[in-house]
Every structure is written in structure tokens, then in C-alpha cells.
Nanobody, 124 residues
């Protein structure tokens, strides 16, 4: 079992930055790939970025590549999403997710556990 709690969302102006934190509880965190997804009103949940259990591999959606960075600290059972150069189209609820015993994944169905989400709103 892995319990996930996101924090760090809020309201920011376009061009600004936010760092989201996902705190995990559970013995299997350090062996789990982690992902970030987002869902805007009226849209399907979409992939943002993923990081392998070791932290050596990361992959991003084209829409955030070069602006967002996923990192993790296994000693703290925490994964981060650093978001820079934010745009109004980044407005969404952001979710972290855990994928047990695997490398990385870009699809929501590949993940086993989900947090409750944190709202990010980018004003123009």
C-alpha cells in the first residue's frame, strides 16, 4: 500500500513558478515509479511527467518539456514537480501517482495508487 498526499498548489501569474510536493507513506515507495498527471475542467486526465524508482530516468509530455522537472528524494519518501514559466493552459488539478515495481509509465492505467490532487491556477 502507498498513500499519497499532494501539496503546493495555488494561484500564480503566467510566467511564474510553483513546486508541487507529493508525500508518500508506505514501504514500497522507493521501488515505485512515480508519475504526475493533470486534469483540467471538461478534459481528460493527461500525463505530465514520470520518474523511475532510482530517479535516473525521467520523461515528460511535450507540452511541459523544458519547463517542468520531476525529481524525488527516496530518503524522504517525496516526489516533486517543479513548474517554471507557467502558462494559463497549465491550469488543472495535479495528481501524483505510484506505479509499483516498475520503471516509468505515461498512461494513467499503469499506476496503482493516486493522491487526492492539488489545484494549480495560472492567471494571464
Amino acid at each position: 500500500q502507498v498513500q499519497l498526499v499532494e501539496s503546493g498548489g495555488g494561484l500564480v501569474q503566467a510566467g511564474g513558478s510553483l513546486r508541487l510536493t507529493c508525500a508518500a507513506a508506505g514501504r514500497t515507495f522507493s521501488s515505485s515509479a512515480m508519475g504526475w498527471f493533470r486534469q483540467a475542467p471538461g478534459k481528460e486526465r493527461e500525463f505530465v511527467g514520470t520518474i523511475s524508482w532510482s530517479g535516473r530516468l525521467t520523461y515528460y509530455a511535450d507540452s511541459v518539456k523544458g519547463r517542468f522537472t520531476v525529481s524525488r528524494d527516496n530518503a524522504k519518501n517525496t516526489v516533486y514537480l517543479q513548474m517554471n514559466s507557467l502558462k494559463p493552459e497549465d491550469t488543472a488539478v495535479y495528481y501524483c501517482a505510484a506505479r509499483l515495481g516498475s520503471s516509468t509509465g505515461r498512461n494513467s492505467y499503469e499506476y496503482d495508487y493516486w493522491g487526492q490532487g492539488t489545484q494549480v491556477t495560472v492567471s494571464s
